[in-house]
């Protein structure tokens, strides 16, 4: 029983994280535009596009992490 609540705790702080680092990327850290910053990116300042990518890394980083987790521990339900 306390595996299952240990296990379920690691999962939603990753799914947490993950979510966090989106708004960050997506939300705040952005220029003077709404939506997505595909032109902007080339007069945004370096300090807020290298704030936006090291948020990216560890987004990307957080969805392998929890893909790799539940790789393991679901390991014998996937086969």
Not at 61 to 68: D, K, R, T
Request: with cysteine.
């Amino acid at each position: 029983m306390l595996r299952h609540i240990v296990n379920r705790i690691i999962i939603i702080n990753f799914i947490l994280w993950i979510g966090y680092w989106a708004y960050q990327i997506f939300f705040v850290l952005k220029g003077n535009k709404k939506g997505p910053a595909f032109a902007e990116t080339n007069t945004m300042p370096h300090e807020l596009f290298t704030k936006r990518r090291l948020f990216a890394i560890e987004t990307r980083v957080a969805i392998s992490g929890l893909c790799i987790y539940l790789a393991i521990v679901y390991w014998d339900k996937l086969i």
